[in-house]
Nanobody, 114 residues
Framework: VQLQASGGGLVQAGGSLRLSCVVF????????VGWYRQVPGKQRELVAT???????NYADSMKGRFTISRDNAKNTVYLQMNNLKPEDTSVYYC?????????WGRGTQVTVSS
């Protein structure tokens, strides 16, 4: 299984970005996919997850600003991020679990300037 994340970049506070994660080599529609983020020196933290049936789960600090969605026909999960804050600056990773084994993408950098 391979995951390819994209869509990061530099944005001003209050702006928006949409991240994409394409999953290759698995039965995508059956898997939970999640977005996580990590800054240097800190643990990787959950941003949001979406189940095969579309049930979503968000970290409290992202609720109301971030939206996770999926397009099973394109093997892609999206993370729409609105009203970005400088503290959202991080590397964002997507993750899925297949046959009990987690797989991670390389990550995409999001930088929010104040």
């Amino acid at each position: 299984v391979q995951l390819q994340a994209s869509g990061g970049g530099l944005v001003q506070a209050g702006g928006s970005l949409r991240l994409s994660c394409v999953v290759f080599g698995s039965t995508f529609g059956a898997n939970v996919v999640g977005w996580y983020r990590q800054v240097p020196g800190k643990q990787r933290e959950l941003v949001a997850t979406i189940s095969s049936g579309g049930t979503t789960n968000y970290a409290d600090s992202m609720k109301g600003r971030f939206t996770i969605s999926r397009d099973n026909a394109k093997n892609t999960v999206y993370l729409q991020m609105n009203n970005l804050k400088p503290e959202d600056t991080s590397v964002y990773y997507c993750r899925t679990v297949v046959a009990g084994l987690p797989s991670w993408g390389r990550g995409t950098q999001v930088t929010v300037s104040s």
